[in-house]
């Protein structure tokens, strides 16, 4: 256990449905990134939160959201879903603003979304 | 904004051979280049990482190399076995403020005994 917490492991919904995924960083850990892994674009850098803000954005679609709540945790809202989304999805966390420390990124075991 | 090359995109090796990935990026100002494994089924760990005051790192069997002239990176693995197999992820920081990982498409090392 890396102390990085996703939920759901996997989920399973139709096309135009939207869904949140939970994560909840390692103890002590303020930032919490957010990736999206597919077959044939590798690790896709969504979005990062530091201690309740917005850090720093990537290639997220404007159909997804996230937020970080004052406990920490954080969710990843996905609307509009489209078959393409299909993917799984991890989360991390790091002590400080970076993931430049002695352990990286933690990361959570991901949550696998299947759009069908 | 960033953009991380990894190449070969999977890579087969006989046990106890060398096996070499390199990375190139585009951002210059980029400060921190990190190697991420990730055994099937199984979550990405760091390795090992550099950072762009240094040109060379050893950790036992693995080594990094970095090149900031010609924005590139590699990782080096020794003496492979077959717990070696898994894939293998290379990053760097979006710019020399930057806060997120951005990583290459990984490479699949493959090591057969």
């Known amino acids: 256990d890396s102390g990085v917490t996703q939920t759901p492991k996997h989920l399973i919904t139709a096309t135009g449905q939207r869904v949140t995924l939970r994560c909840s960083p390692r103890?002590?850990?303020?930032?919490v990134y957010w990736y999206q892994q597919s077959l044939d674009q590798g690790l896709q850098f969504l979005i990062q939160?530091?201690?309740?803000?917005?850090?720093a954005k990537g290639n997220i679609l404007e159909r997804f959201s996230a937020q970080q709540f004052p406990d920490l945790h954080s969710e990843l809202n996905l609307s509009s879903l489209e078959l393409g989304d299909s993917a799984l999805y991890f989360c991390?966390?790091?002590?400080?603003?970076?993931?430049?420390?002695?352990?990286?990124?933690?990361f959570g075991s991901g949550t696998r979304l299947t759009v069908v | 904004g960033e953009n991380v090359e990894q190449h070969p995109s999977t890579l087969s090796v006989q046990e106890g051979d060398s096996a070499v990935i390199k990375c190139t990026y585009s951002?210059?100002?980029?400060?921190?280049f990190p190697w991420y494994k990730q055994e099937l089924g199984k979550r990405p760990q760091l390795i090992i990482d550099i950072r762009s005051n240094v040109g060379e790192k050893k950790d036992q069997r693995i080594a990094v190399t970095l090149n900031k002239t010609a924005k590139h990176f590699s990782l080096h693995i020794t003496e492979t076995q077959p717990e070696d197999s898994a894939v293998y992820f290379c990053?760097?920081?979006?710019?020399?403020?930057?806060?997120?990982?951005?990583f290459g498409k990984g490479t699949t090392l493959s090591v057969s005994s």
């Open positions: 951002d210059s100002a980029s400060n921190y």
């Open positions: 990053a760097a920081t979006e710019g020399q403020a930057g806060t997120a990982l951005i």
């Open positions: 991390a966390s790091s002590v400080g603003l970076n993931g430049q420390g002695v352990y990286g990124y933690t």
């Open positions: 103890s002590g850990d303020l930032s």
């Open positions: 939160y530091y201690n309740g803000e917005e850090r």
